[in-house]
């Protein structure tokens, strides 16, 4: 030790210091100036005793703490001597206390700080002290009750690292709670965590990126730790908010932009592993958490469209799929909702590919079960777009047409009706839009019809869409619940808003219809009558007697797609006279019992709606064609011996409906019945009838292609058809002859229904196609006149009927006096009163009497009786409502 009088100033007493190290190769002490106690020298070669385990040395009295470094003992080396003599008197100033002899003798501290400071080395450019390392490991997993002091411990250490800006010592204390964490999960890990999060936290908030990085990754690694025992009191709210903040990161380097955005995802996937599958966690699906987790993955998978490997949008994507893939029942709303409201706040359904991305990741990754719940959010959003731009709800609906292709389930939900409707009440909205003009009314936002009509065409194949999805008897639910909404001719005449008029309710029709033929395009029935029940095929029929020929070509593709089982529509879309069968593949089998049932239910109203409809002066080449396909599946599906007949008697009718001169039809449209004719006929020939009859269509076609190539339909329904001038005149040789038909076909199958093809064929017009038949949506006061004149002459002898209104129900239930009448009131309230209770009843008795024969009265106007097969109604001397009929007959 030296004494004070060898001391002369700090200058020269580091001199001395300096110039004594170099010379002797031991410890040295220097005294600074101060007030510190002097301590006798231990001789050379002689150590301190250590003291018995259990005995503490005792305490030097507590003094004011000087203002300059304590007499310290620091060991130098030759080289470099002055600098590492500062920095070991750094070092142990580091570790002083402020009262005891622990802060001056380093080999009195407790032994875990000991060990933590043995893991750092002089140069934190040579990172970390395995060994010591390897030593506070065995030392935590021998005692692991001091865990909590380590890490407390090592925070300290690190804080302090922190704040002097030695980010290397900062690496290296991070590295050591890291392995500290990886080899001490076990009931203890608890110790470690508080101290452990509470050090991400200040790196976190640390100016320097590049701590950010290094916290993220520790996160990262921690919560790939599975924990055995709960706990109660972590929260990872600061980490959801600054693992977001981090997504949205801008930088002037795109590479390092890019390396804060993924470690900011990857944070947030590690929030979401460490707490989803833990219900004491914290609920990371509460919408606040869901409002900054979301739109943090949308941002990066918006701006990075190419998805390389390692970039933010892979790896957003990664964890947006593994976030929706732990969503439970509960949670898919509030993860859903997130998405929408991003979108609609970056108006990014415009675009429509993005969002169509978004709620493809999103169908894919959720638990198939709970797909109908992303469904019924899509369509709560579009029904609250209402009042929104044309594009924005496309851009809704080509989501949801995309998420019904993706749910193969075969489940809408609970309500699938629902969705149907919804997609329907946009229909109606959008026609309303378009013939008025303005989206918002309120707001004066227009509007344009090829908008519209661009969601229009976007809402009919979302429901097609959702409809293949859809086990077959439920497309039948759809198919009715679709026709319930179409304005049928007597039904609902005006079903249009009241600003868009009649013409509103003709478009409504058409883009309910088109929505219906998307329906049932794919529609597969083994069975025509569940396909085409009484209830669907009757108003769908009475469609193809309207003005209208775009209704009328609906309702034929619709026909022909329901009866088309086995997919031969497609080979027999164009009607020729050079068709050979036998080249196309037709797939035919014999009719099952369930069509035979049909045929007699419903054949003869098909028949009779399809010579109707040749009737019509505006059909075009479309329509024919339409007419020609129906015929030809019609003849191939329902193959039977009765049914060809029936065809070849109702085609006859059709070429003596072009011949007619009672019939106002044009050049064009008698040509195109002629064609029609040719077409089908030359087809039946080839589907089973004697070659005799085939020799006699073959005739008379070979005889049109030199005389009259006309009545041909590969000149009627070219793009330039060849008409002749004037009145169509057909010679003999030209015309289908029914009587060699017949004899064609005797001795064959066919002969044993001779007598039916002998019978021309009549259809017989219902008072249904009475009240269908109209020329448009206006006139339907006047459907109930026909053109018949035996039909007039019977209408001007017949009185008037009454009609039915609501004072006439009124009047039948209670009488209309006046003055009278409230008198009598007066006096029977009186009669109540004081009469006696025989009098009061017989009086009810002949009101309720009275009250029975006006209400029979309303039920004779109500009830006529049924329309027979000619098309009149005889009188019915008993009301349909007294009849009685037999017990086997009622069920």
């Known amino acids: 030790m030296l004494h004070n009088s060898q001391r002369s100033s700090p200058e020269s007493s580091a001199a001395d210091i300096s110039s004594f190290s170099s010379h ?169 965590v508080e101290s452990f999060l509470g050090t991400l936290r200040l790196l976190l908030e640390a100016d320097r990126q590049h701590l950010h990085l290094l916290a993220t990754n520790a996160f990262v690694k921690f919560a790939n730790i599975e924990e055995d025992t709960p706990s109660y009191h972590r929260s990872y709210d600061f980490f959801v908010s600054r693992f977001s903040q981090m997504c949205h990161t ?48 949308l941002v990066n998978l918006e701006q990075n469209t190419h998805c390389s490997s390692g970039s933010p949008a892979e790896q957003t994507e990664v964890c947006f799929r593994e976030l929706l893939g732990r969503a439970a029942y509960g949670h898919i709303n509030n993860a859903i909702k997130p998405v929408l409201m991003h979108l609609d706040r970056h108006s990014l359904w415009e675009g429509r590919s993005f969002a169509v991305r978004c709620f493809q990741i999103i169908m894919y990754s959720i638990q198939s079960q709970h797909s109908h719940l992303v469904i019924q959010q899509l369509l709560g959003h579009l029904d609250s777009h209402s009042r929104s731009p044309a594009s924005v709800r496309a851009g809704v609906v080509e989501v949801l047409s995309e998420a019904a292709v993706i749910e193969a389930t075969g489940s809408v939900g609970p309500a699938v009706l629902e969705v149907f409707n919804t997609l329907l009440r946009q229909l109606r909205q959008s026609v309303d839009y378009q013939l008025t003009g303005y989206y918002d009314p309120p707001g004066g936002q227009r509007t344009s019809s090829l908008e519209e009509k661009t969601l229009q065409d976007a809402v009919i ?22 026709m319930g ?108 019992r369930q069509d035979n049932l049909f045929i007699r239910k419903h054949a003869q109203r098909l028949y009779r709606h399809i010579f109707l409809t040749c009737k019509e002066e505006s059909s075009g080449r479309s329509h024919y064609q339409a007419l020609f396909t129906l015929l030809a599946v019609v003849s191939v599906e329902l193959a039977s011996e009765e049914v060809t007949l029936d065809l070849i008697r109702l085609t006859l009718a059709l070429q003596e409906l072009a011949l007619s001169s009672q019939e106002s039809l044009s050049v064009y449209n008698r040509c195109g019945v002629h064609a029609l004719c040719a077409g089908f006929l030359q087809l039946l020939s080839q589907l089973g009838p004697p070659p005799p009859f085939s020799q006699h269509i073959s005739q008379v076609i070979e005889g049109r292609q030199s005389a009259a190539p006309h009545l041909l339909p590969e000149d009627v329904f070219s793009d330039s058809p060849r008409l002749p001038e004037g009145e169509l005149q057909v010679d003999e040789a030209s015309l289908f002859i029914q009587s060699k038909i017949s004899e064609a076909l005797t001795g064959s199958s066919f002969s044993a229904h001779s007598e039916r093809l002998n019978t021309p064929y009549t259809p017989q017009i219902t008072d249904e196609e009475r009240l269908s038949r109209r020329k448009s949506i206006v006139d339907v006061a006047s459907l109930q006149i026909d053109m018949d004149p035996q039909f007039l002459c019977e209408a001007q002898q017949k009185p008037q009927t009454e009609q039915i209104t609501f004072e006439t129900l009124k009047n039948a239930i209670e009488d209309s006096g006046g003055a009278e009448e409230e008198e009598r009131r007066r006096k029977m309230q009186e009669r109540f009163l004081t009469a006696p209770f025989e009098e009061i009843a017989a009086h009810c008795g002949a009101r309720s009497s009275l009250l029975q024969s006006r209400l029979d009265q309303v039920f004779a106007l109500i009830i006529r009786p049924p329309p027979s097969p000619s098309g009149l109604s005889p009188p019915r001397s008993t009301p349909l409502y007294e009849m009685k009929f037999p017990d086997l007959c009622v069920y």
């Open 250 to 297: 801008e930088h002037e380097d795109k590479d390092m932009q890019d390396k804060i955005r993924v470690s900011g995802i990857r944070g947030l996937q590690g929030v979401v592993r460490k707490t989803v599958d833990d219900e004491l966690q914290v609920n990371i699906w509460e919408p606040r958490h869901m409002e900054q987790i979301v739109p943090a993955l």
């Open 24 to 192: 002797h190769h031991r410890p040295v002490a220097v005294e600074m100036p101060g007030t510190l106690p002097r301590f006798p020298r231990m001789p050379r070669g002689v150590t301190m005793p250590s003291l018995p385990r259990g005995i503490n040395p005792p305490s030097l009295p507590s003094m004011p703490s000087p203002s300059l470094p304590r007499v310290v003992a620091v060991s130098t080396t030759v080289s470099q001597a002055p600098r590492r003599l500062l920095q070991d008197v750094c070092s142990v100033l580091d570790h002083q206390t402020p009262a005891g002899l622990c802060g001056c003798c380093w080999a009195l501290r407790p032994r875990y700080k000991r060990l933590v400071d043995n893991i750092f080395p002089e140069d934190p450019e040579d990172g970390l002290v395995k060994a010591n390392m390897e030593k506070l490991t065995f030392f935590a997993l021998s005692a692991p009750e001091k865990l909590d002091r380590i890490a407390a411990y090592l925070s300290e250490r690190l804080t302090r690292e922190l704040n002097r800006h030695r980010y290397g010592y900062v690496c290296i204390a991070m590295e050591a709670m890291e392995q500290l964490l990886l080899a001490c999960h076990c009931q203890s890990i608890n110790l470690l």
């Open 461 to 482: 194949k979302t429901i097609g869409s959702f409809a293949n999805t859809l086990p077959v008897y439920q497309r039948s639910e759809v198919m009715l619940f679709i």
């Open 485 to 592: 909404k179409i304005p049928v001719p007597g039904i609902y005449p005006a079903l249009g808003s009241p600003n868009t008029g009649f013409e509103g309710s003709r478009m409504i029709q058409v883009m309910l219809l088109k929505s219906l033929l998307q329906v049932s395009s794919r529609y597969e029935s083994n069975n025509l009558l569940t396909a085409l029940p009484s209830s669907f095929l009757e108003p769908l029929l009475s469609f193809t007697l309207m003005e209208d020929p775009e209704i009328r070509l609906l309702v034929l593709s619709i026909l022909t797609s329901l009866i088309d089982r086995r997919l031969n529509a497609v080979r027999l879309s164009s009607a020729s006279v050079t068709m050979e069968v036998s080249l196309l593949e037709l797939k035919e089998e014999r009719c099952s």
